[in-house]
């Protein structure tokens, strides 16, 4: 085995990892995109692809925990090959549903993660000049922001032309993390955490007299505002001189609080993670993210003015902390350490489809987007910020199916599994 390096996790890492092998088989943190694409040339894009494999140290990575390790580390290999597959079903009379049946066998495969590369591609032609890509890979590599970027760098490499020279590796965030202070995160935190006397269970909550879940596994429910709303919410954050990011949050709080009784309410949010004095961390492909707990009391009494500028405050407080591990938060919330939410809420900044269709060469054009994301949470919220305000409900079954068949939304009550 030719390594090249070797180093920690990220506690984002550690923790998809504890997932992976807790509940092997649920297919948590594999996620999945697939898009037609009309006029690409096969070996080309393996090449482009497997440049970027090579540029990149994360990408090809595999992680030890086993042994007489004191802690899982990371493994870089000096050299890996691209997992890329070809079919031809150009004869197929039922390609709609047999690439949905690739694709779920796809992401039931799952990945062992000692072994890299930790990323597939299946390329289906399925007409003369019309190909469907199936991506799947796990979380654990990269985050949504460095899936954007690698797939733009892989455009460009297509198109014969060299990226931008990398001025860092996922090491240096690594070693950055190891540099900061435990004890102001600890100070900071145990602050925030104040008035939080049990944890938000919203699942729990709206569950009570319920029938029990029909299946297992994961579904999602997707809305969207028309422009005019949008433009509208964009309008009135800029009016509270907040972001569309924090009038959601608000609104959230609002809603848990609503929901479950309590006074005081957290749910996790996914920040970015990625620390402005690292140079070129912004270019940088690997898993920066975090999932930090936002814990707030809404007061009848507070105007939306003062509610929203309470929000925001909260959430600029804790950038400079946003990188502590969640399973340290959780312990000092002094509740015996258990997780303190069952929901999650992710504002996705990171247009896929807008990458795909700014960064393509000429020749290609790409059709819509689908994404597949699960994550160990029962509720993951994404919101997605464009011409039109999109929210997609990732649920488990086990938690949430009966609300969701029972009483869908009467504007968008299409349900996908």
């Given amino acids: 085995m030719c390594i090249r390096d070797s180093y920690p996790l990220s506690p984002m890492q550690q923790g998809m990892l504890f997932h992976t092998l807790y509940e092997q088989g649920a297919g948590d943190y594999i996620n999945q995109l697939r898009v037609d694409v009309d006029g690409l040339e096969p070996e080309r894009f393996r090449q482009a692809w497997q440049a970027a494999i090579d540029n990149h140290d994360i990408l090809r990575s595999g992680f030890l925990w086993q042994g007489e390790l004191p802690a899982p580390i990371q493994v870089v290999h000096k050299r890996i090959r691209l997992d890329f597959v070809e079919h031809d079903w150009r004869a197929n009379e039922a390609v709609p549903a047999a690439l949905d049946g690739l694709a779920e066998e796809e992401r039931l495969r799952g990945f062992d993660l000692l072994a890299a590369p930790l990323l597939r591609l299946t390329l289906v032609r399925t007409g003369e000049q019309r190909y469907h890509l199936i991506y799947t890979n796990h979380h654990i590599l990269m985050d949504g922001w460095s899936n954007s970027q690698l797939l733009g760098e892989v455009l460009q490499r297509y198109a014969g032309q060299l990226p931008q020279h990398l001025t860092g590796r996922y090491r240096d965030y690594i070693a950055w993390l190891q540099r900061q202070d435990a004890i102001l995160s600890e100070h900071f935190w145990k602050q925030q955490l104040q008035g939080l006397d049990e944890p938000t269970r919203l699942a729990q909550a709206i569950a009570a007299g319920a029938r029990a879940p029909l299946e297992e596994g994961h579904g999602s429910h997707g809305c969207t505002l028309d422009e005019a709303q949008t433009r509208s919410l964009g309008e009135f954050a800029r009016q509270q001189k907040v972001t569309v990011n924090t009038l959601v949050q608000a609104a959230w709080l609002l809603l848990l609080q609503r929901c479950t009784g309590q006074d005081t309410v957290v749910?996790?949010?996914?920040?970015s993670g990625r620390p402005a004095e690292l140079k070129g961390v912004e270019q940088q492909i690997g898993l920066f993210i975090?999932?930090?707990?936002?814990?707030?009391?809404?007061?009848?009494?507070?105007?939306?003015?003062?509610?929203?500028?309470?929000?925001?405050?909260?959430?600029?407080?804790?950038?400079?902390?946003?990188?502590?591990?969640?399973?340290?938060?959780?312990?000092?919330?002094?509740?015996?350490?258990?997780?303190?939410?069952?929901?999650?809420?992710?504002?996705?900044?990171?247009?896929?489809?807008?990458?795909?269709?700014?960064?393509?060469?000429?020749?290609?054009?790409f059709g819509a987007v689908g994404n597949h994301e699960q994550t160990n949470y029962p509720l993951t919220l994404s919101v997605f910020v464009a011409e039109r305000l999109s929210f997609d409900y990732s649920y488990s079954y086990q938690h949430f199916s009966c609300l969701l068949y029972t009483s869908p939304s009467p504007r968008d009550a299409t349900l996908s599994r």
Wanted: proline share 7%.
């Fill in 267 to 271: 749910f996790g949010a996914t920040v």
């Fill in 290 to 365: 975090n999932t930090l707990p936002v814990v707030a009391t809404p007061r009848p009494q507070l105007s939306v003015s003062d509610w929203l500028q309470a929000v925001q405050e909260r959430n600029l407080a804790l950038r400079d902390f946003e990188h502590t591990p969640l399973y340290d938060v959780q312990r000092w919330a002094g509740l015996g350490g258990e997780a303190l939410f069952d929901n999650i809420l992710v504002f996705e900044n990171y247009p896929v489809s807008e990458a795909l269709e700014k960064g393509s060469p000429a020749q290609l054009q």
